[in-house]
Each structure stands twice: as C-alpha cells, then as structure tokens.
C-alpha cells in the first residue's frame, strides 16, 4: 500500500465509522468492556494519543534524514486524560477530524520521505510508510473493539 492508498483507507474508514460510533450512547460508551478493561471511550481516547502521537511522526519524519521518537505510554496517557469524563459525542468529533487531517498529511507527504528510517521505542528502525500503514492496522483493530 503507498501513501495515497492509505490516505484512501483512512478517510473511507472515517466515513464509514463514524456514524456507528455517533450511534453508541452515553453510558454504553463509558461502561468498562470487561473488569480491568478500557470502556469505549477510552479506546476512542486511545485512538486520538495514537493519532496525536502519529501526526508528530508523520511530520518530524519529512524533516530529517532519521527520526527518533520517544516511547509512548498508552495506558498512562489513557488514564491522565480521564476519557471517561468527556462527552462520547465531543470524542467522537475529535477522532473523525483528527484522521481526516492525518489522511490530508499522509495524501500530501513527498514519496522521497516515506523511507525515512524511523525508531520508535527503542525497536529497529521501520520507515515513514511503514508507520502509516501500521497506524491503519492499529486503528481498525481498536475500531473493532468498540463496534463488537
């Protein structure tokens, strides 16, 4: 899959979720799917750090011959913002804006950057395409999640 591609997915995802996800309610999307586990709003939550923790590598990686970027804390970020505590309409807005952006990004990235090495978590260096097809992969595994 190129960028383009990618892009593509990524909007058709957007508009194909988003109004399944406006149609979940209040407290469903706040009840933890089982005990110890993330409600739905927190693996829309989830989405959105991934998104914001994505749009800073999708950028500083067409700036430099090699990324570095530090490690992310998923279950701490969760926790800290108290997703919970946010209305599951305002969520859902932010999530189906902040893709359609990161799609803008990804359709718009120059085909020279996409093999920018990239090192993530103190792993082997993966490139810019490769974090962008493995956002998609992330993000339709969580989507999942909360429309099962």
Known sequence: MNHEQCAAS???????????LKAIGDAESAAPRAPGKW????????????????????????????LEFPPYAQDEWVTFQHYNQRPWTELVALWCEYNRHLAHIMAH???????????????????????????????NHHLKQILS
């Open 109 to 139: 990235c120059d085909s020279e950057h996409l093999e920018t090495p990239c090192v993530i978590e103190y792993e082997n260096p993966v490139t810019l395409l490769w974090l962008m097809t493995d956002y998609l992969d992330h993000l």
């Open 10 to 20: 990524l909007i058709a995802t957007v508009e194909e979720t988003f109004p399944k």
């Open 39 to 66: 409600s739905k709003r927190e693996i829309l939550g989830h989405l959105i750090d991934s998104a914001a923790n994505n749009h800073q590598r999708f950028v500083r990686a067409q700036q430099v011959s090699k």
